[in-house]
C-alpha cells in the first residue's frame, strides 16, 4: 500500500470524460468573409485558439462547465457568448459574426443559446448541468436520474432499459463507485458538487467497461475565479396544528453549505469545498408517514492547479459520507421492537494530472483509491445508551465489536481470531431469538394474537460488507487536424474484499458465509473519433481481462477429497461503433451498435466457497453456494435515432433500441448427496426492445418545457439472480403439471418491466424587471411522470401460481412535483425563497399489490370459523388482556375471533404498497 501513495498524490486521468471542445468560425458581420488569425478566447483560463485560413478554430480539452467565450480582432468590435455550456466529450459549437470599428471599440455580449442538438453525439444521452438541478424539484442525483427517458425504478433499484439494476455503473469525476459484492451503487455526491451528471442509456464508447445498462458519469464542481459560496435549509417541521402535523410534519431538515473560488495569492490553485446535511423521522415512501428514522452526511472537496500557459492541470478530489438508517417493515414485523438498521461509509481520493504536449496531444494520469463498508442488523440501543450516543453518532449493531476480529485476524489480546469462532460462537452470545409466540411476544402485540407477529428477540440476520479498491488509469488522447481525436488508455481495479455474514446468530449452525478475496481487473482501449463535415464516427475496441483469485474444494461433497481448484481467469473483446450524420443543420441521424460485458456480483461468485465454509454450509438444507467458474455477463445493443430542431426553440428526437443479454447470473438446484444445494451459474437471458420520443422547447418567452415518452418490451427468463431459488422455495407446484418448479425454458415480462413511461416538466421564470414587483425574478418548475403498472403473478391462497410468470398487471400512477424560487438581491449576495413540493395533487400511487387479489391492501384470506377458536382463562399463558375485550378475564371464541381479525386486516395494511402523499417542505438560501 505504501507503494501506492506516491502513485495517488501525482496520478490522474480523465477517465470520466470531464473536458469537451469548442469549435466554430469567425466572419465578418457584413460582408460573411472569413477572419484568418482571429482570437477565441475562453474567460478565467487559459484556453483559447485562432482562427485558420477559413476563419475555423477548434478549442480542445475544456472542463465541463459554464463559461463566457470571447472572439476579438483588430478593428473590429469584440464579441462575447455568455453562459456557454461545454458538456463532458462533447463539441459546442460557436459562431461569431464580428463587426467592423466605427469610432471606438465596443464589446458584444449575448448568452449562448444551448444548442438542442449535438451534432458530435452519437449515443443515447442527456447531460443534466447544475444549472438545471437547481431548478428541478430535485434534492439527490438519483432523482435526477430517474427523470431520464428509459430509465425506471422498482424495489429491486434504478434500471435503465430494462436492465437489472447492477447492470448500470456509476463515475465520479472518473472514479468507478460500484460496490462488487452485489453491483449496487455505492454512494450518491451531494447535489450542489455537481456541475454536471450525465446518463448514458445507449452507445457508451469504447473507454466505459463494467456495465450492460447503462453509465451514470458525474463530473463534479472546481473553483471560479472569483470567491463564492452559498447555504441552504430546506424543512418541512412547519406545521404545527395537529391536524396537518402528524399528515405533513416528517421531521425533515436538510442542510447544504458550499464555497469555491481561489486561494489567495495563488490564483492557480482553486477550491471547491461542500457539504450537506439530512435528517427526517421518516424517510420510507409510504401511503403516510411511517417511523422509519434517517440520518446522512456528505462532504466533497476538490483542489485545482492550473500549470501555466495552459500546459496542463493537476486535480485532488476527495469525498466522503455516512448513511444511516433503521428500516421499517410491514407484515410480521410491522410491531416488531428491533427492526434492523443500516449504516454504510464511504471514502473516494483520486488525483488527476491532465498535460498537454503541444497543442494537440493530452496525456492524462489517474490514480484514486475507494472505501466502502456496510452493517445490516439489530440496532444496540443499549450500548448507545450506556456509551452516551448522540444523534450525530454511529448506530451501533448489536457484536459490532466482532468485526474488528475478524478484520485484523486476532483478538485483543492477540490470540488468532478463527472466522467460525467469531462469526457463529461469539456472535451467538449477543441474540435472542426473535418469537411470534409466548408471554414476552405478546406482551408488546397490540392484538393479543399468538402466530401473527414478531415483537420480541433480535433480527435473523447479522451482516458485514467491506471492500477498499485501488483504481489507476492512463490514457492518451491526440487530436490529427480538426477530424481526427484518437484516445486509448488501459486502466486497472484492485480490489480487497471482505464479507461476514450469520443469518441466524442465534443458533450453533446458522446459515452463516465469510470470504475475503483479492480479484483484479485490467483493461484497454483505443478508439478513434472523426468528425468529418457531413459524418461523425466513433470506432472503438475494448479488452477486458479478470482475474478473481478465488479457489475452493474441487468435491465440495466429499470431505475425503481436499482437492483445491482455482478460478479461471477470463478476458473479453468488445467492439463499439456509432455515427451520427448532420442531414442538415438542424436534423440528424445515428445509429450505433456495441457489444458490452460485466463481472457478476462477486457474491455470485465468492459467497460460500471458502474452505471453511462450504462443506459445515452444505451439512444443511437450502445453502446457496457462489461458483468461482462464472464468466462475464453480455449485452449486444443496437440503436438508431433521428433528432429534429422544429424551430429555434424546438427540437424533437427519436431513438429506437434492441438489445439481447446473456449468461446472467441465476440460481439452479444441484442434485448431490447427501442432499442437493443451490449455486449461481450463467444461465439468464434477456431481450429489451423499444423506443422513446422526445420533444424539448429551450426557455423563451419566460417559458420552458420538455417531454420524453418512453415504450419499453422488456422479456427475461428472471428479473434477479436468487429469483429462482425463491419461487422453488416459497412457490409451491407448477400450476399445470402439479409438480416441484422447474426453471423457465421461455422468457416472462420482468419485474421491472413498464410498457410506458412519461416525463414532462414545465418551467416558468419571469424576469427580474417583472411589471408586478412581488414576482421579479420568480421561477418555478413543474414536473409530470406517469407509471404504467409493473407485472406480477397471480397466485392462490397457498401460493401457487394459477397463471404464468408475470401474466398481471399493477395499475399505474401518475404523479406531480413543484419547485417553486423567489429570489432577492441584498448587496452582492442573492437570498432565495423556495418551497417544494412532492405529490401535488396527493394522488394514490400503487407500486405493490397481493398476488393473490392484485389489491394492494387486500389479501384476500376468508374469514375463519368461530369452532377455530376456543377458551382462555387469565391463568393460561398464552391469556392476554388485548384481546379480553369485556376484561372478565376470559378469551371467549368470539373475542379471539375478532382480535384475530383485527390483527390480519392491520397484517396486511401495508403502507409502502404505495408512494408517498403530498408533501410540503420550505426552504431558504443565501448565496454570493
Not at 406482551?443 to 440476520?461: A, F, K, Q, S, W
Not at 408586478?772 to 409493473?790: E, R, T
Amino acid at each position: 500500500m505504501k507503494k501506492l501513495w506516491p502513485l495517488i498524490l501525482v496520478g490522474a486521468l480523465l477517465f470520466g470524460a470531464e473536458y469537451g471542445k469548442i469549435t466554430g468560425r469567425v466572419r465578418d458581420a457584413e460582408t460573411g468573409e472569413a477572419l484568418i488569425g482571429a482570437d477565441v478566447i475562453v474567460e478565467g483560463t487559459e484556453l483559447g485558439a485562432a482562427t485558420d485560413e477559413k476563419g475555423e478554430f477548434v478549442i480542445l480539452y475544456v472542463p465541463a462547465g459554464t463559461y463566457s467565450v470571447t472572439a476579438s480582432y483588430l478593428s473590429y468590435d469584440p464579441f462575447t457568448y455568455a453562459q456557454v455550456i461545454v458538456n463532458a466529450d462533447q463539441t459546442t459549437t460557436l459562431n461569431f459574426r464580428l463587426k467592423p470599428t466605427v469610432i471606438e471599440v465596443e464589446k458584444v455580449t449575448v448568452v449562448a443559446e444551448r444548442p438542442p442538438i449535438v451534432i458530435s453525439q452519437t449515443q443515447s444521452g442527456h447531460s443534466v448541468t447544475s444549472q438545471d438541478i437547481s431548478r428541478l424539484p430535485v434534492t439527490t442525483i438519483n432523482q435526477v436520474v430517474t427523470l431520464q427517458a428509459g430509465v425506471s425504478t422498482s424495489n429491486l433499484g434504478t434500471h435503465i432499459r430494462g436492465g437489472r439494476n447492477e447492470e448500470v455503473t456509476y463515475y465520479v469525476d472518473g472514479i468507478m463507485t460500484k460496490v462488487p459484492h452485489t453491483g449496487a451503487q455505492s454512494t450518491q455526491i451531494n447535489a450542489s458538487a455537481v456541475e454536471e451528471v450525465t446518463v448514458v442509456s445507449g452507445g457508451f464508447d469504447a473507454e466505459y467497461g463494467e456495465a450492460l445498462s447503462g453509465i451514470i458519469n458525474v463530473v463534479t464542481k472546481e473553483g471560479g475565479s472569483k470567491p463564492s459560496g452559498s447555504f441552504r435549509y430546506l424543512t418541512d417541521e412547519i406545521f404545527f396544528m395537529d391536524n396537518l402535523k402528524d399528515k405533513l410534519n416528517f421531521g425533515y431538515n436538510f442542510y447544504d453549505l458550499s464555497l469555491g473560488g481561489p486561494v489567495p495569492a495563488v490564483q492557480r490553485l482553486r477550491y471547491f469545498l461542500s457539504g450537506e446535511l439530512t435528517l427526517t423521522d421518516a424517510y420510507r415512501d409510504a401511503l403516510y408517514k411511517v417511523p422509519s428514522p434517517r440520518n446522512i452526511y456528505r462532504a466533497q472537496t476538490r483542489l485545482s492547479y492550473m500549470m501555466p500557459n495552459n500546459k496542463g492541470k493537476v486535480t485532488f478530489s476527495g469525498f466522503n459520507s455516512r448513511d444511516q438508517y433503521v428500516t421499517w417493515s410491514s407484515g410480521n414485523l410491522k410491531y416488531f421492537q428491533r427492526k434492523p438498521m443500516s449504516r454504510t461509509k464511504n471514502y473516494i481520493l483520486s488525483t488527476t494530472l491532465n498535460y498537454m504536449f503541444g497543442a494537440q496531444t493530452l496525456f492524462s494520469l489517474k490514480a484514486g483509491m475507494t472505501h466502502y463498508d456496510r452493517v445490516y442488523g439489530t440496532r444496540d440501543y443499549e450500548w448507545e445508551e450506556e456509551n452516551d450516543q448522540k444523534w450525530f453518532n454511529d448506530y451501533r449493531m448489536k457484536a459490532e465489536h466482532c468485526i474488528d476480529y475478524l478484520v485484523s485476524d486476532k483478538y485483543p489480546n492477540g490470540e488468532p481470531a478463527y472466522p467460525k469462532d467469531v462469526i457463529v460462537d461469539s456472535i451467538l452470545q449477543y441474540h435472542t431469538e426473535y418469537t411470534n409466540r409466548d408471554v414476552q411476544a405478546l406482551r408488546y402485540n397490540p392484538y393479543g394474537v399468538e402466530g401473527m407477529y414478531y415483537t420480541y428477540g433480535d433480527y435473523r440476520v447479522w451482516r458485514y460488507w467491506q471492500n477498499d479498491d485501488i483504481q489507476a488509469r492512463f490514457d492518451i488522447s491526440h487530436a490529427i487536424g480538426k477530424i481526427h481525436e484518437f484516445k486509448t488508455g488501459v486502466d486497472y481495479v484492485g480490489y480487497n474484499l471482505k464479507y461476514y455474514d450469520n443469518n441466524l446468530p442465534w443458533v450453533t449452525n446458522p446459515f452463516w458465509d465469510y470470504y475475503e478475496r483479492t480479484p483484479y481487473k485490467v483493461a484497454a482501449y483505443i478508439q478513434d473519433k472523426m468528425d468529418f463535415e457531413g459524418l461523425i464516427a466513433r470506432l472503438g475496441l475494448r479488452f477486458d481481462y479478470f482475474d478473481p483469485k478465488g479457489f475452493t474444494y474441487k468435491e465440495p461433497n466429499n470431505p475425503k477429497n481436499d482437492t483445491i481448484v482455482w478460478a479461471e481467469k477470463s478476458y473479453k473483446f468488445s467492439p463499439r461503433l456509432g455515427f451520427s450524420l448532420p442531414v442538415t443543420e438542424r436534423m440528424k441521424f445515428r445509429f450505433n451498435y456495441g457489444q458490452y460485458f460485466q463481472l457478476p456480483a462477486l457474491d455470485d461468485m465468492f459467497g460460500t466457497t471458502d474452505t471453511a465454509v462450504i462443506r459445515l454450509a452444505l451439512s444443511r438444507g437450502n445453502t446457496i453456494v457462489g461458483n468461482i467458474f462464472m464468466k462475464p455477463e453480455k449485452t449486444v445493443q443496437y440503436e438508431v435515432g433521428i433528432e429534429n430542431q422544429f424551430t429555434q426553440d424546438v427540437v424533437m428526437g427519436f431513438t429506437a433500441y434492441f438489445k439481447d443479454v446473456y449468461d446472467l447470473s441465476q440460481i439452479r438446484q444441484v442434485i448431490a448427496l447427501p442432499m442437493p444445494y443451490f449455486q449461481f451459474f450463467n444461465v439468464d437471458y434477456g431481450n429489451i426492445k423499444g423506443f422513446e420520443i422526445s420533444i424539448q422547447k429551450t426557455m423563451s418567452n419566460m417559458w420552458a418545457m420538455g417531454l420524453s415518452y418512453t415504450l419499453q418490451f422488456a422479456k427475461g427468463t428472471a428479473s434477479y439472480a436468487g429469483e429462482f431459488y425463491y419461487d422453488f422455495y416459497y412457490g409451491g407446484n407448477d400450476p399445470i403439471t402439479g409438480l416441484p418448479l422447474q426453471p423457465p425454458v421461455i422468457d416472462y415480462w420482468l419485474d421491472f418491466d413498464e410498457r410506458n413511461i412519461v416525463n414532462a416538466n414545465l418551467d416558468l421564470a419571469l424576469p427580474e424587471d417583472f411589471v408586478f414587483i412581488p414576482l421579479q425574478g420568480f421561477n418555478s418548475s413543474f414536473v409530470f411522470s406517469f407509471h404504467s403498472g409493473h407485472p406480477y403473478t397471480p397466485e392462490d391462497l397457498k401460493g401457487n401460481k394459477t397463471g404464468d410468470e408475470n401474466s398481471a398487471r399493477m395499475p399505474g400512477y401518475w404523479n406531480v412535483n413543484l419547485k417553486a424560487n423567489r429570489p432577492i438581491k441584498i448587496g452582492p449576495a442573492k437570498l432565495n425563497l423556495s418551497a417544494l413540493v412532492n405529490n401535488l395533487f396527493n394522488t394514490k400511487q400503487v407500486i405493490e399489490v397481493y398476488p393473490t387479489t392484485g389489491d394492494p391492501d387486500n389479501h384476500g384470506d376468508p374469514e375463519p370459523t368461530i369452532t377455530q377458536f376456543g377458551y382462555l382463562t387469565i391463568a393460561s399463558s398464552r391469556y392476554s388482556p388485548q384481546a379480553d375485550y369485556n376484561h372478565d378475564g376470559i378469551l371467549t371464541p368470539p373475542e379471539q375471533k375478532k382480535a384475530y381479525i383485527a390483527a390480519r386486516t392491520d397484517y396486511y395494511l401495508d403502507p409502502t404498497n404505495y408512494n408517498g402523499p403530498f408533501r410540503v417542505q420550505l426552504g431558504v438560501s443565501l448565496g454570493f
